[in-house]
């Protein structure tokens, strides 16, 4: 039941060299016999002790295979691996998220899946459907998941008695948000009602999905939609009335950040943000969640990593072991203890839940029914590269939204036809 | 950096070598200045030469994201200069290099202004100027962010002494690029300080002491002596000055973050390479971009080894 703290990470991050040479006296890598030592490439140092148990439990079961974990910072993950890939010595099994999947799923550097799932009947149906849609490309499922995260209403009660505003449930709607946000700014103390930030994950997509538009949608963009620009105004708006903090002032500390120093009364976070809140005494004390206000249409975005094999790994049935092993419930259980973050599969998420009793974390799972999986193409990052600095302006407070938000459209579809023409 | 006097000396250590023919001690000379040499050649060689080469070779290239490339001619050059975002980093590159240029009268005024005669505790003060230069460009950019920050920054907090409205220095679009440069001449001027000051003292004291009997001022003895024959040192420190400023990076991608609204105003080219090579997978156009910025570079530096027979003097 540990909580995400700064020293914590630090202690995992400190104690993983450690592990990767306690680990190394494995043996050597017979071929694809399922005995050998595996690596396991991550990024995250918080999650290191729930997977070091993980694989503790997996070693027992499985005495001739052992793992190392393979650490490396967030920042050069994906550099790192691409060129580990070239060079042939990428990890045998690694973290994959959405934003990254496709673009190795269609270069063939991962190892296809189904007909192993099919054969040792892996509880894929445990898992959300729409996550396990998320890593499967061409009909092929190339990644389990292990985890998920949605995003949900935070707020501060301290404030909200304050201003004597009720404190919002899964009744709220857009309106009731907005004249919350209203009521809950205080220019003299500087505290905004609500954090309109342009983040794509956690504020951008919910509101878009909310409002019944779309990202993408077979292939093309849906930012030139009438009901995605209405989501995005939704955003602006409160920007432009001052309920809101600009994105130029959002740059310099983020909605997070101005939450957790209690000038913020409202925001949206993901769930795995839960950890950090409940290190701040006073949140812990005072911050409460609850799923998001509806729109027109009720939304969140569901987004979890999942498990993938190398294409290129010699130790291949080994690897599919350990995957099996971490997609079956003993190791979701370790997982979700952890604390860290929600276990994808279903049932295992009490420990989670029960880890910060002050909040209410079964709303991030009843979000579950109607989460939209995170967008996402085989170059998702060139068009996410195309949304800050087209929406930056109208986030700051110039105006000019509809605008913003159709040139972003073309863009991206520009773009998306240059990734089906290669 | 350190590859400029090595070589120039290689090239001296070569001619003397020639003069006197290619037999005896000066041979085993020449032998032994090659030696010397070798484990740097080697390197430049290895790690800045064949990569350049092969850069050259791959910006013709689509190359994939894991490896393997297919021969496209030259669609990348025609992307690069079709495609507005890199005109305008281009353009915010100049502007970053005419700020970082500005290092230069500064470093020589605080220099000359160190060179005073009686002045008590100089190399504490060179050291002072020193640190910001040695400070890695990650922790200059945090720290200058937090200086800047627009709600809690301490720049904001003193200009409002003084009646100024607080400001988002490096998310108001016009703002931004100086808020940057300004860093950027903070942290370099401590280099061409040192190599100003190391300049100064080779000049003799004799001129200065004549040019005091004959009734010339401070001001007069910085612009008749110290500034002609200072120029050889000068014009060193500005085509290396130009170079780095040209190829600034890092500082910017501490400093703006990528939700950053002014990101569009202040992206340099080494930026928009970074961004192309390393997230959006298209190395190939990467590496035309980067070689179009070397032949700005190389164009730039000839230009100023022409021009500077018009103003440098060699003693």
């Known amino acids: ?422 | 950096m350190s590859v400029f006097p090595a070589t120039a000396a290689a090239k001296a250590a070569d001619r003397r070598a020639a003069r006197t023919g290619g037999t005896g001690p000066a041979s085993r000379n020449q032998r032994a200045a090659y030696l010397f040499i070798a484990p740097l050649g080697l390197g430049f060689a290895l790690f800045y030469f064949w990569p350049m080469i092969q850069t050259f070779y791959f910006s013709f290239t689509e190359f994939g994201p894991f490896g393997g490339h297919t021969w496209i001619g030259g669609d990348n050059y025609a992307r690069v200069v079709k495609d507005v975002t890199v005109w305008q980093a281009l353009g915010n590159t100049l502007v970053y290099c005419g700020i970082g240029l500005t290092a230069l009268p500064l470093a020589l005024v605080v220099a000359s202004l160190l060179n005073r005669r009686g002045l008590r505790a100089v190399p504490l003060y060179r050291a002072l100027y020193f640190v910001p230069f040695v400070t890695l460009p990650v922790a200059v950019g945090l720290v200058w962010n937090w200086l800047y920050n627009g709600d809690f920054g301490l720049l904001n907090e003193v200009l409002g002494w003084f009646g100024v409205d607080r400001h988002y220095w490096v998310s108001d679009p016009s703002t931004a690029v100086f808020a940057i440069g300004a860093v950027m001449v903070w942290s370099t001027t401590g280099y061409y300080l040192i190599i100003f000051m190391a300049g100064i003292k080779g000049i003799p004291r004799d001129y200065y002491e004549a040019a005091e009997l004959d009734g010339a001022g401070a001001v007069r003895r910085f612009f008749t002596i110290t500034l002609p024959l200072l120029s050889p040192t000068i014009f060193f420190a500005s085509v290396i000055c130009m170079i780095q400023s040209l190829q600034v990076f890092d500082l910017i991608y501490i400093m703006m973050g990528e939700k950053n609204p002014a990101v569009g105003d202040t992206q340099s080219v080494v930026g928009l390479f970074y961004k192309w090579a390393f997230t959006e997978n298209a190395q190939g156009a990467a590496a035309a971009l980067a070689f179009l910025l070397m032949l700005l570079i190389a164009a730039l530096t000839y230009l100023q080894f022409r021009l500077q027979r018009r103003w440098v003097h060699y003693g």
Not at chain 1, 288 to 307: C, D, M, S, W, Y
Not at chain 1, 351 to 373: C, G, H, Q, T
Not at chain 1, 378 to 403: C, D, H, M, R
Request: with cysteine; net charge neutral.
């Open chain 1, 1 to 422: 039941m540990r909580r995400r703290t700064l020293l914590c990470s630090g202690l995992a991050a400190a104690s993983a060299p450690a592990l990767a040479a306690c680990a190394d006296q494995g043996g050597g890598g017979s071929e694809g016999g399922g005995r050998g030592t595996l690596s396991y490439g991550m990024w995250d140092p918080a999650q290191v002790p729930g997977m070091k148990r993980i694989i503790a439990a997996f070693q027992r079961r499985n005495p001739g295979i052992s793992v190392r974990i393979e650490l490396t910072p967030w920042a050069s993950y994906w550099t790192t691996l691409k060129t580990s890939m070239r060079g042939g010595t990428a990890p045998d099994v690694f973290w994959m998220n959405a934003v990254n999947f496709q673009l190795y799923a269609a270069h063939g550097v991962l190892e296809p899946l189904s007909e192993r799932i099919a054969r040792d009947a892996t509880p894929l149906d445990r898992h959300p459907a729409q996550l396990v849609r998320l890593y499967a490309y061409d009909g092929t499922q190339y990644g389990i998941p292990k985890d998920f995260d949605t995003i949900g209403l935070w707020y501060n009660k301290a404030l909200f008695d304050k201003a004597r505003v009720p404190y919002p449930d899964s009744t709220w709607t857009w309106d009731d948000l907005r004249d919350a946000a209203a009521e809950l700014t205080d220019p003299h103390e500087r505290v905004h009602g609500f954090a309109a930030e342009m983040q794509r994950q956690i504020v951008i997509y919910p509101c878009v999905y909310g409002a019944g538009g779309y990202v993408l949608r077979d292939g093309h963009s849906g930012f030139g939609d009438d009901r995605t620009v209405e989501g995005l105004r939704f955003l602006t708006d409160m920007i432009d009335r001052g309920w809101s903090p600009p994105q130029s002032a959002m740059v310099e500390n983020i909605g997070r950040v101005r939450f957790w120093s209690e000038k913020t009364a409202m925001v949206y976070d993901l769930s795995a943000m839960a950890g950090q809140m409940y290190a701040v005494p006073a949140l812990k004390d005072h911050a409460g969640v609850t799923v998001l206000p509806k729109g027109r249409e009720r939304a969140t975005v569901i987004h979890g990593l999942a498990n993938v094999v190398s294409a290129k790994s010699d130790k291949k049935a080994a690897a599919w072991k350990f995957v099996h092993f971490m997609a079956g419930r003993e190791a979701a259980e370790i997982q979700a203890g952890s604390g860290v973050t929600i276990s994808s599969h279903t049932g295992t998420q009490d420990a989670w839940i029960s880890s910060m009793p002050e909040f209410d974390l079964r709303n991030f799972i009843a979000m579950k029914k109607y989460a939209v999986p995170y967008p996402s193409s085989k170059n998702t990052a060139v068009w996410e590269n195309l949304q800050y600095p087209l929406l930056g302006a109208a986030f700051s407070g110039k105006g000019g939204i509809e605008g913003a938000a159709r040139t972003l459209g073309e863009q991206m579809d520009r773009a998306l036809k240059e990734e089906r023409d290669r």
